[in-house]
């Protein structure tokens, strides 16, 4: 039993021993034993860093040295033709080896302009054209030219002066190629007297920055009401002007009659022109001072690089006319008195007039016309006395397609009261839609400070139906300076509400509404002067508190229903819905501009643009 036990176990170990010899028969190449085959590595190979300049073909770097048959070289960025710096790769792989991937730059440098020159100095005659210095020789592809003055690209010149520019050749495969040159803009003498005469451009017409229906003549009045009587609503002047238009217009008056003087010059320039012409054809060696005669006075033409002058005297009245060529801008200075003088200047669609008066009285005046032809102006109003201001007043205007808006500090107002006007007028009719007032009050009661804001609106009375007539006496009634009688009736007095707002104790004696005269402006032609002047006239207009609009139609007709034949409404075809949103609008949206700019110009910036 025994024997036959040892035998068994001989045969397992034995066939143990061929499956061990049988497993291992393949070999393993992970344990490095015999019967394995290593990948091999490539050696021998480089991948070299190449630096090359531009000359407009392709460069490339490449694997060099002997590969095995077989070998796959991938490549990637290797090429360029351009200059710059090219990170290129290769990876070889073969079966059998191990894979390896090598890198290199591509450095193409830029190359170097050859064959273009610039003179240093050139120069070319006035023709009005623009003009840039010119180069020899031929551009490669891809080469551009740029011209600079002071670092600022110009596409060109036509001031007649010496221009220092800077001319550029660059490209991304060469490097930048500049030279400076002195590049001068001639006097054409042939043509010098027409450039000249040009270039003071025309009697500039501050009106035209506003509405043709605007003018004084569109102004006028030939009746003043008295109100003495009863007086019809419908016969009431319509084409009035507020306070703050009429300060407005106070220096478009002004300004209308110191350019008459200068319009009296603008009238002999073909005479001018003729005489210089004249002169410069004599081929004088000096032609940049000129005197001669034209219109029954002497002018006198002068001269620089960039701007041109011509100064006369009109009767008393001396008038200077200038002309700046680089800023394309012209202008004049009237001295109307020794202490009197009126200075303008315009460009294309801006207008800048400044009065000043002794050096105390000062006004400023500008206009600018925007793309979509809104203007915008601003005016200032200075009365000095030594080193005090005595008033300052200032107004922002903007007109648009439809109307004319303007914000500023003048209007019929409480002396002590933080005060602002808001006047908007239509563009084609030129009437006053609507008016609205700030008025900011510090008082004291029972010792303790509050401050009351009033939001007051202005209404034209035919903006409203249901009043047909008006008489007033110039006696105050307790709640109004004046004593007011509607529609026939002389019994009473209209009535009135007082109170402001929701139950304001601090504006519970205002009055909510009532049936206020406005002083108003119009104008008179005076023939003897030969200019319109300014009349004014006290129009009865509808005063309301802003908080209480809503509710003012009924309670003014809830409280005088004894004189209406009807409630009263709003005249929709005098003051639209849209009329009221515009008021609006200037009152809220403008105003707050209208801060920002308010002290913009002083006193001395405007004196000091006159005597410049």
């Given amino acids: 039993m025994k024997r036959k036990l040892m035998i068994l176990l001989c045969v397992v170990l034995f066939l143990c021993s061929f499956g061990l010899m049988a497993c291992n028969s393949g070999g393993d190449p992970s344990n490095g034993d015999e019967g394995t085959t290593p990948l091999l590595s490539f050696s021998g190979i480089s991948f070299d860093d190449k630096t090359v300049t531009y000359n407009g073909s392709e460069f490339s770097v490449v694997v060099e040295g002997e590969l095995p048959e077989g070998t796959n070289v991938q490549y990637t960025n290797n090429t360029g033709t351009n200059a710059g710096t090219y990170n290129a790769s290769a990876t070889l792989t073969k079966q059998g080896y191990n894979s390896k991937t090598l890198t290199a730059t591509l450095l193409i440098n830029k190359a170097t302009l050859t064959g273009i020159s610039v003179a240093e100095e050139q120069s070319i005659t006035h023709d009005g054209e623009k003009h840039l210095p010119t180069y020899t020789g031929t551009l490669p592809a891809g080469v551009e030219v740029k011209y600079y003055i002071e670092n600022n690209q110009t596409s060109g010149v036509s001031t007649i002066k010496t221009h220092q520019i800077k001319v550029v050749f660059s490209s991304i495969n060469y490097n930048e190629l500049s030279f400076d040159v002195d590049f001068e803009i001639k006097i054409n003498l042939l043509n010098l007297a027409n450039t000249v005469i040009e270039a003071f451009g025309s009697v500039p017409d501050p009106w035209n920055f506003l509405p043709s229906s605007f003018e004084p003549q569109n102004r006028t009045i030939t009746t003043v009401p008295t109100y003495e009587d009863f007086t019809s609503v419908s016969s009431l002047p319509k084409n009035g002007i507020g306070k703050q238009l009429s300060v407005a217009y106070g220096v478009l008056n002004k300004t209308s009659v110191a350019l008459s003087y200068a319009s009296k010059i603008y009238s002999v320039m073909n005479v001018i022109k003729q005489a210089y012409t004249n002169f410069l054809d004599s081929e004088p060696t000096e032609y940049k001072t000129f005197t001669g005669t034209a219109g029954g006075f002497t002018f006198t033409i002068s001269l620089d690089e960039t701007s041109y002058m011509l100064s006369a005297s009109v009767g008393d009245v001396n008038v200077v006319l200038f002309a700046d060529t680089e800023e394309s801008s012209f202008g004049g200075k009237v001295q109307l008195t020794s202490t009197t003088v009126l200075k303008y200047t315009s460009c294309e669609n801006k207008l800048v007039v400044a009065l000043d008066i002794l050096d105390t009285a000062t006004t400023y005046l500008e206009f600018a016309r925007d793309e979509d032809e809104n203007v915008l102006g601003i005016m200032y109003e200075y009365l000095t006395a030594g080193d005090k201001t005595v008033t300052a007043t200032s107004t922002m205007i903007l007109v648009d397609d439809t109307y004319t808006t303007l914000i500023g500090t003048k209007g019929d107002k409480i002396p002590t009261a933080i005060f602002r006007n808001c006047e908007v007028y239509n563009n084609a009719t030129g009437e006053l839609v609507g008016t609205e007032v700030k008025e900011e009050l510090t008082f004291k009661k029972l010792g303790v400070s509050f401050t009351a804001t009033y939001n007051t609106l202005w209404y034209n009375l035919n903006d409203v139906t249901g009043i ?59 023939s003897d002067k030969e200019e319109y002047e300014e009349v004014s006239c006290e129009i009865p207009m509808i005063f309301v508190q802003e908080e209480n609009l809503g509710t003012f139609l009924a309670e003014f007709s809830d409280a005088n229903a004894d004189y209406l034949s009807s409630d009263i409404t709003w005249n929709s075809q005098n003051v639209s819905q849209k009329d009221r949103e515009q008021v609006y609008f200037g009152y809220y949206t403008l105003l707050t501009e209208y801060e920002k700019i308010k002290d913009a110009v002083t006193h001395d910036m405007i004196s000091n643009y006159c005597k410049a």
């Fill in 468 to 526: 047909s007539n008006i008489k007033k006496v110039d006696e105050p009634n307790g709640t109004n300076a004046d004593t007011i009688y509607i529609n026939d009736v002389t019994s009473d007095t209209i009535h009135v509400k007082l109170g402001c707002g929701d139950n304001d104790v601090k504006k519970a004696l205002s009055r909510s509404f009532d049936i206020e005269f406005k002083t108003m402006y119009f104008y008179q032609y005076n």
